[in-house]
């Protein structure tokens, strides 16, 4: 059983930025496609960005698009979410999610392991 583990998240005030990580507790990334997802309170969980196994293929909501970066490390076998020019509606838990199926993008279905989430703030 892959277990995801993010971090980096944080309170961080508007136009600020943060870089999440996300790990596999036991097993290598390498083999996976890799979902960030975000939930904010009283609102359903929507895709962020994600990354193909190669790292060759990425994607991202229209809300992030040329604010957040998704990167692999594939020496440290982590992978990253930049996000800069946070805004408060950036706000919401953060998860981490991979999936070993055909790359989809940011279709919930396909990804089958899941992180118990970080959380990120944007406030003055």
């Known amino acids: 059983q892959l277990q995801l583990v993010e971090s980096g998240g944080g309170l961080v005030q508007p136009g600020g930025s943060l870089r999440l990580s996300c790990v596999a507790s036991?097993?290598?990334?390498?083999?996976?496609?890799i979902g960030w997802f975000r939930q904010a309170p009283g609102k359903n969980r929507e895709g962020v960005s994600c990354?193909?196994?190669?790292?060759?293929?990425?994607n991202y909501a229209d809300s992030v698009k040329g604010r957040f970066t998704i990167s692999r490390d594939t020496v440290q076998k982590v992978v990253y979410l930049q996000m800069n020019s946070l805004e408060p509606e950036d706000t919401a838990v953060y998860y981490c999610?991979?999936?070993?199926?055909?790359?989809?993008?940011?279709?919930?279905?396909?990804?089958?392991?899941w992180g118990q989430g970080t959380q990120v703030t944007v406030s003055s």
């Open positions: 999610a991979a999936g070993y199926r055909r790359y989809s993008g940011l279709d919930e279905d396909e990804y089958m392991y």
């Open positions: 036991e097993f290598t990334l390498d083999y996976y496609n």
């Open positions: 990354v193909d196994a190669s790292g060759g293929s990425k």
